[in-house]
């Protein structure tokens, strides 16, 4: 499994009827500016409480991380990946590329 995917391959795999688990690793304060509908915030700081619950989901659908630009979510997508949560892929860019390819009503900052 790749460790990144565009933001219109998730767009592309939900219209095909996939489900995925958005989770937004970004800080509170990032989110209360924008999010994308569904998600989950998981602030990276938080990921290794939440691990079970993340290999939980994982074992149910694709986790799609998250962050600004992509850069902590790839991280994020490692560490889960050496914890054994194989089925998570970064989405590359982040939400600021999602604003500019997908949703342009999604603020950028």
């Not at 979510?73 to 054994?84: D, E």
């Not at 600021?96 to 950028?108: A, K, M, T």
Request: aromatic fraction near 8%; charge should be negative; include cysteine.
């Amino acid at each position: 499994m790749l460790y990144e995917i565009s933001p219109k391959e998730v767009v592309a795999k939900k219209d095909a009827g996939e489900k995925l688990c958005l989770v937004d690793v970004r800080e509170q304060f990032e989110w209360d500016i924008c999010h994308i509908e569904g998600a989950n915030l998981v602030p990276m700081n938080t990921v290794p409480q939440a691990l079970q619950q993340l290999e939980a989901q994982a074992d149910e659908t694709t986790l799609v991380v998250y962050c600004h630009h992509g850069v902590r979510s790839l991280n994020v997508v490692h560490w889960l990946r050496a914890q054994g949560v194989e089925n998570c892929v970064s989405m590359s860019g982040g939400i600021d590329r999602w604003s500019v390819e997908v949703d342009f009503n999604v603020p950028r900052y």
